[in-house]
């Protein structure tokens, strides 16, 4: 058994070597950037040289790993959740941010104070973790996106499923830290990216253990517990993982202390952000936008010299062909 | 590299196959229990297999990994914190529960409601991750356990560092889930256990994420965060870990809910208890001691045919000989 898996992983490590390991990149520097990192911090006996156990490295969901136009998916699923859920709530239609999210007002819901976390208590409480688990995996699987008709699971980038394979097969560990909801990720991630749900690091509300005749339940309750996001990315990453990543990739203004906080470590580190620049296959925003807001982020990227990479550019394919590989 | 590692994995997996992987078990009931389990949810083709990734085992620390005695041992740490910050807090000396800590009246302190609590909220916070890492390391190498005059990084249980390989080589990920501040294992048990920091679960305080200089810390605050005992443990483990374990080891009765949490998953499951019936080697201890309490878990271990260890009968040696083998 453990003979078999070793010479599995072993086969796909040789694969990797021969080939072009990232084959959705074009030939630009941020490809570049991440062969020389790579290669600086495996290369034994180099100054720059990192244990395979302190090779973390840390991703952003909603905009690095996969889409979150018109509005973060997780709020898509929120919408299919208050529809199913309208009977027990019919209140829900002439409440916001209900009735705003029942008529497809994505940019009100987007504007509203407190419109997603109220949302979010409403729609991922009263339900034990087994249930949720369930219902988000079926949901990623068979509702599509508004506007290119894929499942959700298939909207994911191509780039960066690669980018997360070569990583694993040079000895690092693969981390998720989003501000996206944990239990909502953990139960697809693992199909779309090969990150295990102990791997993701997420926002949480809180959860009681109770016995229902007999048998133990985790029961999702409405109060948060923990927001992954922005200065919560840092303390995140502590709380979770325990260790400083030594590679980070982001996408807006969420992910700058994750990028810092990756930054402050000694020896070689990586820091880069996506650009969402490419309106033709995949969307165009960034200072402006409510969703994915890449403002002062990318002002610090520059300064500092952290990657910006250019979705238009820098990738030669956005999405899967077919349903995301592993 | 990759090559090297994977041989050097592959020679590591091949002696503990020739040898006995457990030499400082007895040859008694648990150690054969151990050896069924781990061959059942490994044989694949059998009806009780369990893919690598869903082998999550999980180790309570105070009292299942390492000694507890005459009360844990991070208590102890807190007062040697208590006597390094006394300069500054003078007050404390006529103050509980910091005047019986220093008069190392351990029995009072844990009998104290909200005893330890305080001592952790003022000896765990006002301090940056990075340095408290330090610290707790240099402590856990060099101060010396009351009565054995050993470093407490050696009042480690050699037959559980040899589970733990055991369980690593058949392909178990291993988590210790605890009571104790994750901050404060986190330093040393990748040291101790060959655990990374990222599968440690314990109690944490709030971070607060700071610039200082320009450079990102996170500054431990006094408020706590996450109690993981108890139910706590279930929680925790669904927090942290997000996929339930299918092995679970304690010793006291705040692994309850951490071992009925382990039982209620499909599929075969080991549910197993330390009972510390051994005063020559080590302490004899259980239902009415207040440091690792075992009283309600131990009953319904005895109801359900959970693994009750004797560590008198089922032990051949407790401590390793020198310093912990990883």
């Known amino acids: 058994m453990k003979a078999k898996l070793i010479s599995v992983a072993f086969a796909v490590a040789s694969v990797v070597r021969a080939q072009d390991p990232l084959p959705s990149w074009n030939d630009t520097a941020p490809k570049k950037a991440i062969f020389d990192f790579v290669e600086q911090v495996t290369k034994e006996g180099s100054s720059d040289f990192v244990k395979p156990e302190e090779r973390i490295a840390t991703f952003d969901n909603d905009g690095t790993l996969w889409a979150e136009q018109p ?133 949480s509300g809180k959860l009681r253990f109770q016995l229902r005749d007999g048998k133990p339940v985790l029961l999702k309750l409405p109060e948060m517990d923990f927001v992954d996001n922005y200065a919560g990315k840092a303390v995140g990453i502590q709380k979770f993982i325990g260790r400083r990543p030594i590679f980070a990739f982001g996408n807006s203004d969420g992910d700058q202390q994750m990028l810092e906080w990756t930054a402050a470590g000694s020896g070689a580190r990586f820091m880069a952000l996506v650009h969402h620049d490419d309106a033709e296959r995949e969307w165009a925003y960034d200072r402006k936008s409510r969703i994915g807001t890449l ?32």
Chains 1, 2 share one sequence.
């Open 71 to 203: 509005i973060y998916f997780q709020v898509l699923f929120m919408r299919d959740r208050v529809k199913a859920l309208l009977p027990q709530h019919p209140e829900w239609k002439h409440r916001e941010p209900f009735a705003s999210l029942l008529g497809d007002d994505m940019r009100a819901v987007a504007k509203m104070k407190e419109g997603i976390p109220k949302l979010m208590a409403a729609t991922h409480s009263g339900i034990i973790t087994d249930e949720f688990s369930e219902l988000v995996m079926k949901w990623v699987t068979t509702a599509k996106h508004p506007t290119t008709g894929r499942p959700f699971i298939e909207m994911v980038y191509q780039p960066m499923i690669e980018l997360l394979a070569y990583l694993r097969a040079n000895g690092f560990k693969t981390f998720i830290v989003s501000g996206g909801g944990i239990d909502f990720m953990r139960s697809w991630v693992e199909k779309a990216y090969g990150i295990p749900p102990e791997q993701v690091v997420g926002s």
């Open 295 to 326: 403002d002062k982020a990318w002002d610090e990227a520059i300064a500092k010299g952290w990657i910006v990479l250019s979705m238009k550019d820098d990738w030669k394919t956005i999405f899967p062909p077919t349903g995301p590989k592993q």
